[in-house]
């Protein structure tokens, strides 16, 4: 149809002409469930009568939203650096007012508002890099290989950006574990580089084996070119804790196969069951000798979304590299100059995190308290969420020995997995949403994380309140009972 004889002009960009890889990428803990929860609770204000009174979100690690307080330490220091007029208020202790003076100095023009340098504000890398010592047992760690990011999540999309290259048989290819973090798998379709799946191991509580690594990695060198290998420690979404041997294991693995270890680290401090401790990947290198240390590349990951503070929405988080070439290093200094620099509110709350009050300090009793606060509430939870799950007939879960999840198995009858598939859905889907519009308990399908061929699953957050959690978990425990009757 022409308009004063012009034809009508037509949308720039469609779904056919936009770039593919981005139609590739799926992101299941805010995928197509999560909406229909929101809409759910706009149904439930509107005064639409449902079988529940509230929707509870158990799809995503946010604490604060889960009820989780914040540690006030972090909040008083940024608030001083965001308002500086506060510290003339005596209500603010003088740690945290000191903490602040000396942040601001190192902002241009002592204001939290100038941009920082590209790769962070350099008294916080510096302070990043005395958190690693300590942490690694003294082992050196150079502010210069310090990245601060926008959350780990960005860290890990810049280096797998310098990370791949490639067409057809020479395209990159990326080990990540399955069930794994979607980001992972969202963010290698974005940038059109090769998934290879490498299995853990449920009925060994989660264990990463080396002998499936190699299966993984020889039936995808026959297609792609693999460089890198994704490990996640403590697990998301399976909650495992790797030990220290595993983490040699693979290790030697990377070296023997020139694969770049990505470490993904970020529930470090998440830690609960007994016998389960957290190993850092670059402490383990190092501790393995010069021939592992002086040439394995490794970057590794941290935030401030997890652990103990749940400070999800101020986006803050570090990477660090280790044997990068310093060519390859110029280039990922010049990567992270796009983006100008992170947000400074969480560069800050990034220094309080990794600089944090120390016996003496005015504020430390009530810090110490905080802390072990939450750690603790957590524990419980995690040995809460085990135990209720394996006393239902038809779901079993692994010990949750760290990060924030639980990732059960569940036995879904045939009669479901057919609805399911006539309806077009994977089976634990079909199970999540059935869950969810009888009970109004937001859970992400194992499917979303990949799962072996004919388990189903679930994740869920141990976040919430223990009340909350107790109810929650009784709840999908009986509806599970009443699905296995239904399909039966």
Not at 190 to 217: F, H, K, P, S, T
Not at 398 to 427: S, W
Request: charged share 20%; glycine share 8%; hydrophobic share 40%.
């Amino acid at each position: 149809m022409a308009e004063n004889g012009l034809a009508r002009r037509g949308r720039a960009l469609t779904l056919a002409s936009m770039n593919p890889s981005v139609k590739r990428v799926e992101y299941a803990v805010r995928g197509p469930i999560v909406a229909r929860a929101v809409q759910l609770e706009k149904e439930l204000r509107q005064g639409v009568k449902k079988p529940f009174t509230e929707v509870i979100r158990a799809n995503i690690g946010d604490a604060q939203a889960m009820g989780q307080r914040s540690i006030t330490f972090f909040r008083q220091v940024t608030a001083l650096c965001m308002y500086p007029a506060l510290l003339n208020d005596p209500k603010f202790p003088e740690d945290a007012k000191r903490k602040a003076q000396r942040l601001l100095a190192a902002c241009g023009g002592q204001s939290a508002g100038a941009y920082t340098a590209s790769p962070g504000i350099e008294l916080i890398r510096q302070d990043v890099a005395s958190f690693i010592e300590r942490r690694d047992g003294g082992i050196p760690s150079r502010p210069e290989n310090i990245f601060l990011s926008t959350g780990a999540s960005d860290a890990i999309v810049t280096i797998l950006k310098l990370l791949v290259s490639g067409e057809g048989p020479t395209r990159t290819g990326v080990l990540i574990p399955i069930p794994q973090y979607p980001l992972y798998s969202a963010a290698l379709a974005e940038l059109n580089a090769v998934q290879i799946d490498y299995y853990l191991d449920e009925q060994q509580c989660w264990a990463l084996d080396v002998a499936e690594l190699r299966r993984a990695l020889r039936e995808a060198r026959q297609h792609c070119c693999p460089r890198a290998l994704c490990i996640i420690n403590p697990g998301n979404p399976t909650g495992q804790v790797q030990s220290r041997q595993c983490i040699e294991d693979v290790i030697r693995f990377a070296w023997e196969e020139n694969l770049f270890p990505l470490a993904d680290e970020v529930y470090q401090e998440n830690v609960y069951a007994k016998g389960s401790q957290f190993h850092s990947f670059k402490k383990v290198l190092f501790e393995m000798g010069p021939k592992y240390s002086e040439t394995v590349e490794l970057a590794s990951f941290h935030s401030i979304s997890k652990g103990f503070v749940g400070e999800c929405g101020f986006r803050g988080g570090y990477m660090e590299v280790i044997n990068l070439d310093a060519e390859v290093q110029q280039q990922l200094s010049k990567l992270v100059s796009v983006r100008l620099c992170p947000p400074v509110a969480g560069q800050i709350l990034l220094d309080v995190v990794v600089n944090r009050p120390q016996p003496g300090d005015p504020s430390y009793q009530q810090f110490n308290q905080e802390k072990q606060a939450v750690l603790s509430d957590l524990a419980t939870k995690a040995q809460l969420t085990e135990q209720t799950f394996n006393q239902a007939p038809g779901i079993h879960c692994n010990p949750v020995q760290g990060a924030m999840y639980a990732f059960p198995q569940i036995h879904l009858p045939p009669r479901a997995v057919q609805e399911a598939q006539a309806q077009g859905q994977a089976p634990d889907m079909f199970f999540c949403l059935k869950l969810l519009e009888e009970t109004g308990i937001c859970v992400v399908p194992g499917s979303g994380f990949g799962q072996k061929e004919g388990t189903f699953h679930f994740r869920m957050t141990i976040l919430p309140p223990l009340e909350k959690l107790q109810l929650m978990l009784r709840k999908l425990s009986q509806f599970h009972a009443r699905f296995l009757q239904e399909y039966s």
